[in-house]
């Protein structure tokens, strides 16, 4: 990593990058390597491969423990865990989302032949807004479901309030939220049942995986058999189902990172503090910020980028990308905008302005345990020269 100190230090003009290797939003933390090749070993040695294996139910069981909550339900991943749950709850007809969130929460209704019906957030959360929710209820509405994004809590008593007076199922997308609270309680009891992601750019990983958890019986009971083809025993199914179930390497790797978690949400706590020292100082520029009485797991250091001033968000993008800091702009443009959905609801940004600002205005920096040392002052760094030497730009050909 070199030091920027002037505009002309950047790749921007022909300089080599700052990072010789590209930095990720999404490098996977791998735990030991050690204890994850033991564990393959064991595997080998039992020849058991998949379906309800010991290393998945080591993990359910060290899951439910962590979280406090009575069913950790592992499955292959997220999108297929949410797709169970949505089925478990026998949801149908329409179900309001936040359209401010990774495509799969819409696509794991709308696959199953479910209306996604978006609703706008609040854009100092950007988690749903309550009284919007209350706007897109129609009678065809059997359910919500609140998203915790960045590992912030969506605003679950609000939304349990309004599930209640109109007789809905509530769950929640916690795919980000792991390890994360809402009231000084650890995610993953609020509504009816929560679903998490351990996708390989999660803070926990699996490989691929992910889990719903319920303190429901028989939520539960009804989405073991789902992941499993509705096998009761052998030649017995009593359920429509699908193959969701985890495979014993991406439960022994699930296991590995478990035990490392504490340490890779410190890590990744340490790198948000030091992005912090340094981005607060930068006029045009403000983190996201977590609740300091709640647990956050640090997995997202998200910016936004003020319209005011006078670069545009995606040219701060493109300038970073050629430093090899892969900066992400999720959620753009919010899952309206995306073509499945826009085809089918062509108006509905009429009522989605918070998730249109919001997504046109948002950064997701480079962290995790494995970012070099000093790498997020650097990266603030070369921001504070980009914004300070602004008028340096054709202002007009840098909004691309
Ligand atoms: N709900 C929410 C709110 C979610 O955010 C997600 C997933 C889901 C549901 C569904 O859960 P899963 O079915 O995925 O378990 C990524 C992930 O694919 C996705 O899991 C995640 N959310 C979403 C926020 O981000 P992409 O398209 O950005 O991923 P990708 O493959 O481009 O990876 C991101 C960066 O990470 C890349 O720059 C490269 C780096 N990377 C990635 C992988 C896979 C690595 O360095 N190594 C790797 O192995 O969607």
């Not at 700052?18 to 050690?34: M, R, T």
């Not at 495979?247 to 948000?272: F, H, K, P, Q």
């Amino acid at each position: 990593m070199k030091s920027i100190g002037r505009l002309h230090d950047l790749a921007l003009y022909g300089a080599p990058p700052a990072f010789s290797e590209p930095l990720h939003v999404g490098y996977p933390s791998i735990g030991n390597k050690d204890d994850f090749l033991r564990r393959i070993d064991d595997m080998f040695e039992r020849r058991f491969f998949t379906n309800d294996g010991p290393f998945v139910r080591e993990l359910e069981q060290r899951i439910a423990e962590r979280l406090g909550v009575k069913h950790c339900v592992a499955v292959a991943n997220g999108t297929l865990a949410l797709e169970i749950a949505i089925r478990a709850l026998g949801l149908q007809g329409e179900v309001i989302v936040p359209s401010y969130t990774f495509i799969a929460t819409a696509h794991a209704l709308w696959w199953q032949g479910i209306t996604p019906v978006f609703a706008d957030i609040n854009p100092a959360t950007h988690n749903l807004d309550p009284a919007a929710v209350r706007r897109m209820i129609t009678p065809r509405t059997t359910g919500i479901i609140g998203v915790h994004l960045w590992g912030r809590p969506a605003p679950v008593r609000e939304l349990q309030q309004i599930a209640d007076e109109h007789g809905l199922e509530l769950m929640f997308d916690a795919a980000h939220a792991f390890s994360c609270s809402y009231g000084n309680e650890l995610i993953g009891r609020f509504g009816r049942l929560e679903v998490f992601s351990f996708h390989a750019t999660k803070i926990f990983n699996s490989f691929e995986g992910g889990a719903v958890t319920t303190d429901d019986d028989e939520l539960a009971a009804a989405m073991r058999l789902m992941r499993n083809f509705g096998f009761s025993g052998y030649d017995n199914v009593i359920y429509p189902g699908t193959n969701g179930k985890l495979t014993e390497i991406c439960a022994a790797m699930g296991l590995t990172n478990l035990d490392a978690v504490d340490d890779i949400i410190a890590a990744n706590r340490s790198n948000y503090e030091e992005y912090r020292a340094a981005i607060d100082s930068i006029p045009g520029l403000s983190l996201v910020r977590f609740d300091p009485d709640e647990q956050n797991n640090y997995q997202y250091v998200v910016i936004e980028v003020s319209r005011k001033i006078g670069l545009s968000r995606d040219f701060i993008v493109n300038a970073l990308h050629r430093e090899n800091i892969l900066v992400r702009r999720y959620f753009w443009p919010g899952c309206h905008r995306m073509k499945p959905y826009r085809d089918l609801f062509p108006h509905a940004g009429l009522v989605l302005p918070n998730t249109k600002e919001v997504a046109e205005k948002v950064i997701v920096l480079p962290t995790g345990p494995s970012l070099p040392e000093g790498a997020a002052t650097a990266i603030s760094n070369i921001l504070r020269v980009l914004l300070s030497e602004k008028d340096a730009y054709e202002i007009g050909h840098s909004h691309e």
